[in-house]
Nanobody
């Protein structure tokens, strides 16, 4: 099972920006480029919510309706890393952001990184 570590969270004012990173390691049968990658988030008292996804080659992305036009997902297969650039942050973007890797119908999750949008 691949090991995922998120970083880059913090406290930011509304309208600000943050970039999250997800570093992957511990590959056995597959390489990072074999994994479709996703970002999810979970706000206090709410269910985990899909944020964004990127294909294995990084040539296609999809976004949750609440972040379209503000967030950008990307990946660097040479570095085994995925990113989430978050612009125009809103109070409702606050939550723990999780990295998710999927390959051969198996998924792995990171421990999450806290993003707090507060004035």
């Amino acid at each position: 099972q691949v090991h995922l570590v998120e970083s880059g969270g913090g406290v930011v004012q509304p309208g600000g920006s943050l970039t999250l990173s997800c570093a992957a390691s511990g590959f056995t049968d597959f390489t990072f480029s074999d994994y479709a990658m996703n970002w999810y988030r979970q706000a206090p008292g709410r269910q985990r919510e899909f944020v964004a996804a990127i294909t294995r080659a990084g040539d296609s992305t999809i976004y949750g309706d609440s972040v379209k036009g503000r967030f950008t997902i990307s990946r660097d297969n040479a570095k085994n890393e995925m990113y989430l650039r978050m612009n125009s942050l809103k109070l409702e973007d606050t939550g723990v952001y999780y990295c998710n890797a999927v390959c051969a119908s198996r998924g792995s999750w990171g421990q999450g990184t806290q993003v707090t949008v507060s004035s």
